[in-house]
């Protein structure tokens, strides 16, 4: 399995050489050459899998032999062991054909962990097999920070840096990444938005002259490929348990830097039966514009009540559209690139060809309210705001409702009491693992939205 650059400048990769790159060197995101295509009587004979060895056979064909099969069984199984479900991906039913995947029943209560907690151990692995010392930097709109420390806080061979955007994200989100102890951990509040915070890490990733000779940085953003790779497998789940692949399915997906839906869409891509992808998105909409519209253009970064959805430049989109594009990575450059300079088109043609795979939806905050207590009210059951979007969405959006419709769960309330109250209803407790999270020492430290001073801070700590 070979990995090219979505901009076509770059070196051809194995998967430990993306492993530990992230963003590849001209700029552009690493996309395997070849997509691995399951055949409905592969896919069938899954069906009652464990998560973790249905896992191993949809991941084995992206790792190549880089890492032993036994070894991969043995990481993935480590992955996901605490999860506090024995389903680790449970699906639970809100109505007829209607379903929420819960993808919050990993350490830090969203679907970051089924990515974060192999990315660590894989991480892990390599590092100590080459003895090499790496910086993991990221930025999180919420989720991935505490995710990203999760994983990797028990790494020898890591220093971690994740940015946030400061006052952007939730107490609860804050003080999970805050709160992480270890010598080897660095929280930054950015005076700015996500945007801002991707802006500064693919900066350092284009420059990384700061480092000490003996250093480099890998990424845990879903700039990553693994993060990528790890989420294809709860849709091959999802479908499995409901029927899949003699029937199909479709997903309704809460996304703002489009990493999860485009793990649907290789999914999809990869012989799995969906029927329809959703993007569901608030009020920062951009990908709604484009889909419903055809019209791809910044606007003002507004703050949501469902702030991991607070992003306007969708960098997984750039996967996306290397397919549309028919890979032609010129083509792919000059439309990325373009961004922010004049509303960008696609051609009539290519619109139409991604209208026929995805459908979408902007949802705003007064609406988000509105579903999280209709679906309480119905079902007693209690809903995040993202997974709120995504329900919204699916219900506008769905085009056939013979057809079971799962919308991912990508949060459990606990992380966003202030959306649970503005729909009326009571804040939820803590999780025993989390109850003393509101006495827990914070660390981390406040930087102005400047590359310069972000990347003096990572020196000065390597």
Same mark, same amino acid.
């Given at each position: 399995?070979?990995?090219?650059?979505?901009?076509?400048?770059?070196?051809?990769?194995?998967?430990? +050489?993306?492993?530990?790159?992230?963003?590849? *060197?001209?700029?552009?995101?690493?996309?395997?050459?070849?997509?691995?295509?399951?055949?409905?009587?592969?896919?069938?004979?899954?069906?009652?899998?464990?998560?973790?060895?249905?896992?191993?056979?949809?991941?084995?064909?992206?790792?190549?032999?880089?890492?032993?099969?036994?070894?991969? +069984?043995?990481?993935?199984?480590?992955?996901?062991?605490?999860?506090?479900?024995?389903?680790?991906?449970?699906?639970?039913?809100?109505?007829?054909?209607?379903?929420?995947?819960?993808?919050?029943?990993?350490?830090?209560?969203?679907?970051?962990?089924?990515?974060?907690?192999?990315?660590?151990?894989?991480?892990?692995?390599?590092?100590?097999?080459?003895?090499?010392?790496?910086?993991?930097?990221?930025?999180?709109?919420?989720?991935?920070?505490?995710?990203?420390?999760?994983?990797?806080?028990?790494?020898?061979?890591?220093?971690?840096?994740?940015?946030? *955007?400061?006052?952007?994200?939730?107490?609860?989100?804050?003080?999970?990444?805050?709160?992480?102890?270890?010598?080897?951990?660095?929280?930054?509040?950015?005076?700015?938005?996500?945007?801002?915070?991707?802006?500064?890490?693919?900066?350092?990733?284009?420059? +990384?002259?700061?480092?000490?000779?003996?250093? +480099?940085? @890998?990424?845990?953003?879903?700039?990553?490929?693994?993060?990528?790779?790890?989420?294809?497998?709860?849709?091959?789940?999802?479908?499995?348990?409901?029927?899949?692949?003699?029937?199909?399915?479709?997903?309704?997906?809460?996304?703002?830097?489009?990493?999860?839906?485009?793990?649907?869409?290789?999914?999809?891509?990869?012989?799995?039966?969906?029927?329809?992808?959703?993007?569901?998105?608030?009020?920062?909409?951009?990908?709604?514009?484009?889909?419903?519209?055809?019209?791809?253009?910044?606007?003002?970064?507004?703050?949501?009540?469902?702030?991991?959805?607070?992003?306007?430049?969708?960098?997984?989109?750039?996967?996306?559209?290397?397919?549309?594009?028919?890979?032609?990575?010129?083509?792919?450059?000059?439309?990325?690139?373009?961004?922010?300079?004049?509303?960008?088109?696609?051609?009539?043609?290519?619109?139409?060809?991604?209208?026929?795979?995805?459908?979408?939806?902007?949802?705003?905050?007064?609406?988000?309210?509105?579903?999280?207590?209709?679906?309480?009210?119905?079902?007693?059951?209690?809903?995040?705001?993202?997974?709120?979007?995504?329900?919204?969405?699916?219900?506008?959006?769905?085009?056939?409702?013979? @057809?079971?419709?799962?919308?991912?769960?990508?949060?459990?309330?606990?992380?966003?009491?202030?959306?649970?109250?503005?729909?009326?209803?009571?804040?939820?407790?803590?999780?025993?693992?989390?109850?003393?999270?509101?006495?827990?020492?914070?660390?981390?430290? @406040?930087?102005?939205?400047?590359?310069?001073?972000?990347?003096?801070?990572?020196?000065?700590?390597?």
């Amino acid at each position: 399995m070979k990995y090219i650059s979505t901009r076509g400048r770059s070196p051809v990769c194995n998967f430990e +050489q993306v492993l530990l790159t992230g963003l590849a *060197p001209d700029g552009g995101l690493y996309v395997p050459e070849t997509l691995p295509v399951f055949t409905q009587q592969e896919i069938s004979s899954w069906s009652g899998l464990p998560y973790d060895q249905l896992a191993f056979k949809i991941i084995k064909p992206f790792v190549d032999g880089e890492i032993p099969d036994d070894v991969l +069984q043995s990481i993935l199984a480590d992955s996901y062991k605490d999860f506090s479900h024995p389903a680790v991906a449970p699906l639970r039913m809100l109505g007829v054909n209607e379903w929420v995947l819960e993808l919050y029943c990993g350490p830090t209560l969203a679907f970051k962990d089924f990515a974060l907690q192999l990315l660590g151990r894989l991480l892990d692995y390599v590092l100590i097999r080459d003895n090499k010392k790496v910086a993991v930097l990221g930025a999180t709109s919420g989720d991935t920070g505490s995710a990203a420390l999760e994983g990797c806080r028990h790494c020898k061979n890591i220093d971690l840096f994740i940015l946030h *955007p400061y006052q952007r994200v939730s107490e609860v989100q804050r003080r999970q990444m805050t709160t992480v102890p270890g010598d080897n951990i660095h929280n930054i509040a950015v005076r700015g938005n996500f945007d801002d915070c991707q802006r500064i890490v693919k900066s350092a990733f284009g420059d +990384q002259s700061f480092l000490p000779e003996d250093r +480099q940085l @890998v990424a845990v953003n879903s700039i990553n490929w693994a993060r990528i790779m790890a989420q294809i497998v709860y849709y091959f789940y999802a479908a499995l348990n409901l029927g899949g692949p003699l029937r199909s399915v479709s997903f309704s997906v809460p996304t703002g830097n489009f990493g999860d839906i485009y793990a649907g869409y290789l999914a999809r891509c990869m012989g799995l039966p969906v029927k329809q992808l959703i993007i569901a998105t608030n009020g920062n909409d951009i990908l709604h514009r484009l889909i419903s519209n055809n019209e791809y253009s910044l606007g003002e970064l507004q703050p949501t009540l469902s702030p991991s959805m607070d992003i306007m430049v969708s960098s997984n989109f750039e996967r996306y559209l290397f397919d549309l594009f028919d890979r032609n990575a010129d083509a792919v450059t000059a439309f990325v690139t373009g961004l922010g300079k004049q509303p960008l088109h696609l051609d009539i043609d290519r619109w139409h060809k991604a209208r026929e795979l995805f459908s979408s939806l902007g949802v705003d905050d007064a609406t988000t309210c509105s579903v999280i207590a209709d679906i309480h009210k119905r079902t007693g059951f209690l809903i995040d705001p993202h997974t709120a979007v995504g329900v919204e969405a699916a219900r506008v959006c769905n085009q056939d409702k013979s @057809v079971p419709m799962i919308t991912l769960a990508t949060a459990h309330p606990v992380k966003f009491a202030d959306a649970v109250t503005r729909a009326g209803l009571e804040s939820p407790a803590l999780p025993a693992h989390l109850q003393d999270l509101f006495e827990r020492e914070e660390r981390y430290e @406040v930087l102005d939205n400047s590359v310069d001073e972000v990347t003096r801070f990572l020196r000065s700590k390597l």
